[in-house]
């Protein structure tokens, strides 16, 4: 092409321009994507000093300062020690997870498992995990959770946690009689460590009996359904097995109460005129007759 006049250099310098800013732009936005993607997360530095504070705010006056224990002031029962010396429960895991789910410090009742209120945040459980840890030398870690397959893990929970929290983890009332939380809605992390803590009534799980991979396949079918769940288009809730025997308990009721009704004539069925009544008296056996009390009386 031949370049005449300077206007048309001018305009095409422009549009040179206009086309390296555009290309320079793109490539500085993908550098910036894959610098995005490939930066660590920030880790956590914990504060132990703050989590000393927090214990002091919202566990002692349960707890005890000297994490021991004993009676409550505002309810009736002994809050357990938090010293693994004279509670073999206590472990780092078992700390975040009654922090992450919200179970310790309790919204009301410490009892109540169904009074739940998140208060603590990602930073302030490691600070407080850290001073525990420290000062009632607490051991454990928090578990890491590799890939898993949904379908082995919905065997392994078939076989050991769909009797308490119903066949899609949705939760409801474990035969204990203890109410189970939904899992569907719980990270990895969480998942792993109630596994491996069994905190209050759940049973705890060793490795023996449910492997580190047999807990990713859990995870892995968890988050499975909790997909299918978001998916739903109708929000059917799932029945757990305590609400669905109750209602087909009420379903048969209902349907011998219609037997019972189809069966025999109703009260409110219109009453015949007298004479047929009397009518039909007569078509009775004179044995019968007599012995109707309505009878007795006229004769
Ligand atoms: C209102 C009193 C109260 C407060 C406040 C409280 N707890 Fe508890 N905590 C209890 C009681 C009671 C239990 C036992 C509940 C049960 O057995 O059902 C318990 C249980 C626990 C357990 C499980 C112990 C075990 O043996 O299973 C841990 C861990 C725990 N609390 C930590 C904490 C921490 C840490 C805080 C502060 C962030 C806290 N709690 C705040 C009363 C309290
Ligand atoms: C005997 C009944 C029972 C069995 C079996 C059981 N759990 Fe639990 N689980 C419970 C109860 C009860 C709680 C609530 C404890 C509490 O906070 O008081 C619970 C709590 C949990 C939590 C914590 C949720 C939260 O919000 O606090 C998770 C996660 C969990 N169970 C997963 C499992 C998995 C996975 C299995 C199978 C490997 C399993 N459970 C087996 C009864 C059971």
């Known amino acids: 092409m031949q370049v005449s006049s300077p206007a048309t250099s001018r305009a095409l310098t422009g549009w040179a321009i206009v086309l390296v800013a555009a290309v320079a732009g793109l490539a500085g936005a993908a550098a910036a994507g894959a610098a995005e993607q490939e930066a660590p997360l ?6 132990p000093d703050n989590g000393q504070l927090l214990y002091a705010q919202q566990c002692a006056r349960c707890h005890g300062a000297d994490g021991r224990g004993g009676p409550m002031q505002e309810y009736e029962g002994i809050a357990p020690s938090l010293r693994p010396d004279d509670n073999p429960n206590i472990e780092v895991a078992y700390l975040d997870l009654v922090f992450s789910t919200g179970r ?3 919204a009301g009742s410490p009892y109540d498992n169904r009074t739940r209120e998140v208060v603590l945040d990602e930073q302030e459980r490691a600070d407080l995990v850290a001073w525990m840890a420290d000062e ?8 890491e959770v590799a890939e898993g397959s949904a379908a082995r893990g919905q065997q392994v929970w078939n076989a050991n946690c769909s009797h308490c929290h119903g066949a ?6 474990a035969g204990a009689g203890a109410w189970t939380p939904s899992v569907s809605d719980k990270s990895a992390q ?11 009534q759940m049973p705890q799980f060793e490795a023996g009996q449910i492997s580190d991979q047999e807990i990713a396949d859990v995870v892995a079918f968890m988050d499975e359904v909790q997909v299918e769940a978001d998916e739903q288009i109708l929000g059917i809730p799932e029945l757990n097995p305590v609400f669905a025997s109750a209602f087909v308990f009420l379903l048969a009721l209902a349907a011998l109460f219609l037997i019972g009704v189809i069966g025999s004539r109703p009260r409110w069925f219109p009453t015949p005129p ?13 044995g019968a007759q007599r012995r109707a009390p309505a009878d007795r009386g006229e004769s």
């Open 104 to 106: 310790m410090p309790p």
């Open 190 to 200: 969480t998942i792993a460590e109630a596994i491996r803590v069994g905190p209050f």
């Open 42 to 47: 920030e880790p956590l530095v914990a504060n």
């Open 274 to 286: 007298e004479d047929l009544r009397r009518e039909r008296r007569a078509d009775v056996p004179a």
């Open 168 to 173: 899609t983890g949705a939760g409801g009332v």
């Open 136 to 143: 009632f030398d607490i051991d454990g870690e928090i578990p």
